[in-house]
């Protein structure tokens, strides 16, 4: 997963931006991504890399379905027994660059927008995890005021692991930097009730002593330099 803006703004000046990007998503296997404001920024250019994406671009709070492709407000998906919903928010300023890249958009608050986004997904999902492109604050706002959230992974430019006492109980949060260079594991053990018992949280290093990927290394040497 990834909490967004994972598109450089420069995008806008070359048809072909982003398909690197897109194609080394898609080869990792990414569940979703939250929309945030550079995927915004270059806009004409994001309408066709989002039709190209193998998963959803999720925003619960930011009205521009139909207008944007894959564009949704959560995921449900199963894993190792448990049915987890994924609920997309976005920076509430997007408007502002709505304005200017002539995309009507409709903003709700995130934290609105999330709680009324769980109400529906409630009782289809065990575990609920917000992938969030808001501000760290925000982030602990949701878990402390928010019922039913179990994990936030959030948009920090710094590395942050953090575990919130909401309304429900334990929620956790972290946050992975910027520009690809560390990776967030994130372990997660839950009671009977459902709910964060423990948890392990680390960043994972991208240094060069990991070989290269050969199929990610292929597509860059095809596309040559940029995204």
Known sequence: MDSGNCFPTLLAAD????????????????????????????????RARFQEVDFPVLSANVGIRGALPNVQPYLIVEMDGHTIAIVGATDERIDQLGDQVGLPMEVESAVEAVQRTLQEVEERADIVVVLSNLDWQVN????QEVPGIDVIIGASRRRLNEAVTGPEGLVVLQAAGTR????????????????????????????????????????????????
């Open 15 to 46: 048809d072909d931006s982003g398909k690197l990007i897109v194609r080394a998503m898609n080869a990792m296997g990414y569940d979703a991504l939250a929309l945030g404001t550079t995927e915004v920024a270059a806009l004409p250019v994001m």
């Open 140 to 143: 602990e706002t949701l878990a």
């Open 180 to 227: 690809g260079e560390y990776l967030g594991v994130l372990t997660l053990g839950f009671d009977g009730a459902g709910r964060v018992a423990a948890f392990d949280a680390r960043h994972v290093a991208l240094t060069p002593n990991y070989d290269d990927d050969p199929e990610i290394a292929r597509m860059i040497r095809e596309r040559g330099t940029g995204p």
